[in-house]
Nanobody, 122 residues
Framework: QVQLVESGGGAEQAGGSLTLSCTAS?????MGWFRQAPGKEREGVAT????????YYADSVKGRFTIVRNNAQNTIYLQMTSLKPEDTAMYYC??????????????????WGQGTQVTVSS
């Protein structure tokens, strides 16, 4: 069993930055971030294996968001810059054993955090 605890959400103006953190009770091979806006399906944002480069970024966040793993602290971060109102969503940390798939599909991930809200105003 893996427990995930997110932090770092909040309100920010468009163009600003936020960093989300997720600490795991034990470290699985694949960890990542998903988000769900009101009335929309949950979508993958970014994922990364325990070693190596990130495995996935959504097209909508490429060049603006960076996923970083700190394996020594069982923590991943999502560094978000140039925030847009359309980034407003509940952000969830997710994890699975085994390598990250090249896509980011909700059903592939077994462990989930409770989410942290990000609100971007224009």
């Amino acid at each position: 069993q893996v427990q995930l605890v997110e932090s770092g959400g909040g309100a920010e103006q468009a163009g600003g930055s936020l960093t989300l953190s997720c600490t795991a009770s034990r470290i699985p091979e694949c960890m990542g971030w998903f988000r769900q806006a009101p009335g929309k399906e949950r979508e993958g944002v970014a994922t990364a294996n325990i070693v190596g480069s990130p495995t996935y970024y959504a097209d909508s966040v490429k060049g603006r968001f960076t996923i970083v793993r700190n394996n020594a602290q069982n923590t991943i971060y999502l560094q978000m810059t140039s925030l847009k109102p359309e980034d407003t969503a509940m952000y969830y940390c997710a994890a699975k054993y085994g390598d990250c798939p090249t896509s980011a599909v909700e059903i592939q991930y077994k462990y989930w955090g409770q989410g942290t809200q990000v609100t971007v105003s224009s």
